[in-house]
């Protein structure tokens, strides 16, 4: 009996020590990538410590964005829909397009700046970044059964299989390795290199309209669209009747509380020179539409937000400065930045793609 | 690997040595899905709630964890907290749940229906909480905690279908429960629990097919379902 233990303490041990050095080589093959906060910003709330990121993480991520095989009909990656030159919103889509000629139900907003939030979609229905993407794979509504597709599609891929390894130690393939890796790519769309974020740097500075904009937006819209985010992720109703076709009360959806209804997440006002339309269904076409929206058309209800319930006083004087400093948003080194091409992009070409380029101007 | 540890680990606890009581031992929990007095067959077998309405089972699930394993008899008892476990009607390997306990006579067991609300905002899990199970909202992040799905001429939907599936784990809206049963006698090395799905519809709220033949959202619907089910295990005498 002593013996026989003794032996299998032996193969213990021998197997113990193996899958130890085993360990050791994989920190090595990982590299990690460094989160920076901008100066003067918040915490971030994304717990980095349960996905750090890494060069290898990041690269599968970026991957699986531009890969059609994560929607039912290969057509639809996270991409078609989150375009790099639209801050990664639909450029000039209302809704968006997705599986047979459907539309999605709201308007895609940009991603940047995800790991300061908390809660995502319009309603903030969905309380973690990892789960977001489950929510565009999964073609119903209510379960999410072919997400094992996808996976399935995954694991018969060598080139996943490859990077799966290099990303996280070994072959295996499941959901939650996917959407962290989709997280790692999506958390370094860090949009803090606007011309405004260089004036408050002191790097640069503002023109007279832009400096004229700024003051008035701080007086009448950043309790809302707060600094330096440019929204303070709130729910809030401005005033939007519903759209009897989509029928969609926003907040209270999930809440259930009638006190809810109408109300919408803040939209980040950064980039909002290209992610238009705007509004939770896309309904304005224009920065002018949705200023003159809080101006002449907002619609009083019980859970209209105070600060909006009357309108918001704005000149067309006023529309202008306003304009001209929403312009200084636009990020131009993330609209271009060639990590978040498609992959193989730098080795394709070192510049932006030409078509667009007309945008980033301010 | 992990599994072959765990063999060594057991092959070596195993190994007799009965100087001590407590010593690691597997202790298995099976679970026995019945509706009233009858065994639950998947979709062949009409059943009847107490309300006359006739149904058939597609599918029953429900996740069992926070387990606590109780030993009156020497005041211990032991946790298994990151253990989560799905139990699925048709997969009856899911059915066995296999624990590693050095408790020697075990005389009582608690544990949660459902998903603790930590893990209801922890992002993407794996294994038996994997989202690619069918049992999570993606739209409203949550799991769905257990499921109940067949056909029923009371329901009046597409194919008779009726599906309750009860979510939610936010305060008011919580549908996850806590269940503690007596062993009838002590055990070291098993248990089987019985679960009937019949008390999903009358067990502490009235629940008819006919009046609510879907649940799909957290809430008032689902809080009840819970409560239903909170109700429905228990453990057969001499078995």
Not at chain 1, 105 to 113: I, K, S, V, Y
Not at chain 1, 353 to 362: D, G, L, N, R, S
Request: aromatic share 12%.
């Amino acid at each position: 009996m002593k013996i026989y233990k003794a032996v299998i303490l032996i193969i213990f041990f021998v197997i113990a020590g193996i899958s130890w050095i085993g360990r050791n080589n994989m920190s090595e093959r990982t590299h990690l990538l460094k989160f920076v906060v901008p100066e003067g910003w918040p915490q971030p709330v994304y717990d980095f410590k349960n996905n750090p990121l890494t060069e290898e993480g990041f690269q599968l991520g970026r991957k699986l964005f531009y890969d059609g095989r994560l929607s039912k009909d290969g057509n639809f990656p996270c991409a078609s829909c989150h375009q790099q030159f639209a801050a990664f919103a639909t450029y000039d889509h209302s809704l968006s397009h997705g599986f047979h000629n459907s539309l999605t139900r709201r308007n895609a907003p940009g991603l940047f700046n995800m790991a300061w939030q908390k809660e995502f979609m319009w309603d903030g229905g969905i309380n973690h970044l990892d789960l977001q993407p489950l929510a565009p794979i999964s073609d119903t509504m209510e379960m999410a059964e072919n997400i094992n597709d996808v996976i399935q599609k995954l694991r018969s891929d060598e080139e996943y299989r490859k990077m799966f390894k290099a990303a996280f130690g070994d072959e295996i393939i499941n959901t939650q390795r996917m959407t962290k890796a989709l997280s790692q790519f999506v958390l370094m769309m860090v949009s803090n290199n606007s011309k405004y974020d260089r004036v408050m740097r002191g790097e640069d500075s503002f023109n007279l309209p832009q400096k004229l904009g700024y003051d008035i937006f701080k007086q009448k819209c950043a309790s809302c669209h707060a600094e330096p985010l440019f929204t303070d992720l709130s729910y809030r109703n401005t005033g939007f009747p519903v759209d009897s076709f989509l029928m969609d009360y926003g907040r209270m959806k999930i809440t259930r509380n009638a006190g809810d209804s109408l109300k919408f997440k803040v939209p980040s006002l950064r980039n909002a020179q290209v992610t238009f339309p705007y509004s939770h269904d896309g309904r304005m076409f224009s920065l002018l539409s949705m200023m003159d929206h809080y101006r002449k058309s907002v619609v009083k209800s019980p859970t209209t937000d105070s600060l909006v319930k009357n309108g918001i006083k704005l000149s067309n004087f006023e529309i202008g400065q306003l304009t001209a400093f929403i312009y200084t948003l636009t990020d131009s080194v993330l609209l271009r930045d060639t990590r978040f091409a498609p992959p193989g992009y730098e080795k394709r070409t070192q510049q932006a793609p030409a078509e667009h380029q007309h945008i980033y101007k301010q | 690997m992990l599994n072959f540890l765990a063999v060594v680990v057991l092959l070596l606890s195993a190994a007799p040595d009965f100087t001590n009581d407590k010593i690691d031992h597997t202790f298995i929990i099976s679970f026995n899905n019945k509706v009233g007095n009858n065994d639950l067959h998947l979709d062949s077998q009409n059943y009847r709630n107490s309300f006359g309405e006739i149904f058939t089972v597609h599918q029953f699930k429900y996740y069992i964890s926070n387990i606590e394993l109780r030993d009156s008899i020497s005041g211990d008892s032991e946790k298994f907290p990151d253990k989560y476990f799905l139990i699925d009607e048709g997969d009856s390997m899911s059915k066995i749940i296999s624990l590693n306990t050095s408790l020697p006579h075990i005389t009582s067991i608690k544990f949660m229906i459902g998903v603790d609300s930590l893990k209801n905002v922890s992002g993407v899990q794996s294994g038996d909480l994997d989202p690619a199970k069918g049992m999570f909202w993606t739209w409203n992040t949550g799991y769905i905690m257990a499921k109940l799905e067949g056909e029923s001429p009371s329901a009046q939907t597409a194919g008779h279908r009726f599906s309750f599936h009860a979510g939610g784990y936010k305060k008011d809206e919580n549908t996850a429960r806590v269940v503690v049963l007596k062993l009838p006698q002590q055990q070291r090395n098993n248990v089987m629990i019985e679960a009937d799905a019949a008390k999903w519809f009358d067990a502490l709220h009235e629940i008819k097919i006919e009046a609510a033949p879907a649940c799909h959202e957290p809430g008032k619907l689902a809080v009840m379902l819970a409560d239903n089910y909170s109700e429905m295990f228990s453990i057969p005498q001499n078995k």
